[in-house]
């Protein structure tokens, strides 16, 4: 092809023409898009949630006692021992015994709110852990104690393996590592309990109190006790782990 000068001059004045044209288009499309209000898209900086880990699950639904069974059984008083009331689970402390779940449980966290009345006293309970073995008066398990002032103990019964602080062990029992952070008596109180595989922690009001490690890895029920004494719980809650 042959071009003549005329041509030539022609064609870069086109093609000046077609730029000039794209650039106005485009810089008419990013006005038009700033009037929209429209940005570069940016990468999703929000912490997203641990899927490992599951939802809370109440253990108490504050109206009966579904999912919980009494020891030592007796039809005819049991509602004498343990009854519920606006949201919360009451025990007489007589018989001797405990509530427990009927479901087994291996590794969670466990929260729960516990108190003794004013009027009544302070008095003795605890939380029992890794049930296993025949429904007995002492059944072989992990105690998180709440007798008064001593929240925060772990007691050993059944000779369950486990790993305590020695200097704070003396035999089935290991004190609390701090000095008491109860509060006054008829005040709610917060046990926070992780029991993860061989891991146990044991935290009263937000305050870690007793470790202990090389827990029997093992399922077993969840158990409140009855122990001769009046004591409320509420809000008793449960989140498993893997």
């Not at 109206?63 to 008083?77: E, K, M, S, V, Y």
């Not at 009544?120 to 073995?133: C, D």
């Amino acid at each position: 092809m042959i071009w003549t000068r005329a041509g030539i001059v022609g064609g870069m004045v086109g093609c000046f023409t077609g730029v000039a044209v794209a650039i106005i288009f485009a810089g008419a499309s990013r006005d038009e898009s700033a009037k929209q209000g429209s940005a570069p898209a940016q990468k999703d900086q929000s912490v997203q949630p641990d899927a490992s880990k599951t939802k809370w699950t109440a253990l108490f639904n504050g109206q009966n006692l579904d999912g919980w069974t009494i020891f030592p059984a007796q039809p005819n008083d049991s509602s004498k021992v343990w009854t519920t009331r606006d949201g919360v689970l009451i025990c007489e402390g007589s018989p001797v015994g405990y509530i427990r779940t009927i479901k087994d449980f291996t590794n969670f966290e466990l929260e729960l709110e516990w108190r003794f009345d004013p009027k009544l006293g302070a008095g003795n309970s605890g939380v029992l852990l890794r049930v296993v073995g025949p429904d007995q008066v002492w059944p072989k398990s992990i105690e998180a104690q709440l007798e008064s002032r001593s929240a925060g103990d772990i007691w050993n019964i059944g000779e369950f393996p486990m790993r305590a602080e020695p200097s704070r062990t003396d035999g089935r029992r290991t004190t609390k590592a701090n000095p008491t952070n109860e509060k006054p008596l008829g005040e709610w109180n917060k046990y926070s309990i992780l029991l993860d595989h061989g891991r146990l922690e044991l935290r009263v009001n937000g305050e870690l109190q007793n470790v202990a490690q090389d827990c029997e890895v093992v399922a077993g029920k969840i158990g409140l006790q009855s122990e001769g004494a009046h004591i409320e719980f509420r809000n008793i809650r449960i989140r498993t782990l893997p």
